[in-house]
């Protein structure tokens, strides 16, 4: 009886240490202020995992995220980095892991931003600086293969959103955004020069906004080529001055006469590469310009964003006055 009597009394000692800790298990704790991140990488074990969270306070102890691991038996915890913000039980922050809703920044990158201007958004989500971006995408290696005369990334920085992380660096940021490329290029079925047509791509992305219009501006660059006529584009001047870190946010005169290689108001033919990440809509252009012998264009004063088309220099005179003063007429 007397075996019995404590076999009894340890069961119910059991039971109300299990209820205890089931109870914990399911209330909210935070044991941190802020937000903290806990890094849980590929291959911790439970009791592993357990023993991050608690020493981040985001249990209250081990022994409450292995009783919701119990509760949750069959389910499997994801790795990775977790952002914690708010008082959350075990149970939650078990439902959290096995769902792996894993932190991220959201980086949008939009047709035609150039490596500049990917380096300030991301230096803008915090996860490192524009100059360690840029210094990572001037080295073309991820690259070389499918255009070994790339000067650097630009171009290949495929428009898109990408998921990072705090730890992502700006090297495996450019891998990403370089594979991104290669799969859209691989999707063209294209035997064209990438280098070319690339380059060519990144010119029309700057000056057309109206995906319609891009074709036509394709041809207008390749009629010009053709003949060995300047190209005189105007985001080529900006991206040389961005280069040598003088731009002022405007063209100057001086702008257009410097002497780059990147200056097609100086230099005859394409620039060296491209001058910005083109999306696949400018791709397509730059493969299949319009059939035309236009050799000018020249915005329209009515805000659209759309240009006049012309094939001699009269013509481009004429609508660029009407231009102009449609501007003066705006201010």
Avoid at 1 to 26: D, E, H, N, P, S
């Amino acid at each position: 009886m007397k075996f019995f009597r404590a076999a009894g009394t340890l069961l119910a000692v059991g039971i109300v240490a299990g209820g205890a800790l089931f109870y914990r298990a399911t209330r909210p704790y935070q044991g941190f202020t802020g937000t903290t991140y806990v890094d849980l990488p590929r291959g911790t074990s439970t009791d592993g995992i357990a023993a991050l969270l608690a020493q981040a306070g985001v249990v209250g102890s081990r022994w409450d995220f292995w009783m919701a691991c119990l509760a949750n038996r069959g389910r499997v915890l994801e790795a990775g980095e977790y952002a914690f913000d708010h008082p959350a039980s075990a149970m939650e922050v078990f439902g959290r892991i096995a769902r792996g809703d894993i932190f991220y920044y959201e980086l949008v990158v939009p047709e035609g931003r150039n490596m500049f201007d990917i380096g300030a958004s991301v230096e803008q989500l915090g996860v490192f600086k524009a100059s360690e971006f840029v210094q990572a995408a001037e080295d073309p290696a991820p690259i070389r293969d499918l255009d070994p005369r790339a000067p650097t990334l630009e171009g290949y920085l495929f428009p898109s959103t990408y998921r990072i992380g705090r730890r992502t660096t700006p090297r495996q940021l450019c891998r990403m955004m370089t594979d991104r490329f290669r799969t859209a290029w691989r999707g063209l079925r294209t035997d064209s020069g990438v280098h070319e047509t690339v380059t060519l791509a990144s010119l029309v992305e700057k000056e057309g906004k109206l995906e319609e219009e891009r074709p036509l501006i394709a041809a207008v660059f390749a009629n010009r080529l053709r003949i060995g006529m300047k190209l005189d584009c105007d985001p080529t001047t900006i991206y040389a001055a961005q280069l040598l870190g003088v731009y002022r946010g405007t063209i100057y005169r001086s702008d257009l006469d410097r002497g780059h290689p990147y200056n097609t108001y100086s230099h005859p033919g394409l620039p060296p590469g491209p001058i910005a990440n083109p999306g696949i809509a400018s791709i397509s252009a730059a493969l299949h310009p319009a059939v035309s012998e236009d050799l000018y264009f020249v915005l329209r004063p009515d805000n659209s964003g759309g240009h006049q088309f012309s094939t001699n220099l009269a013509a481009h005179a004429v609508a660029t006055g009407k231009y102009r003063d449609g501007i003066r007429r705006v201010r």
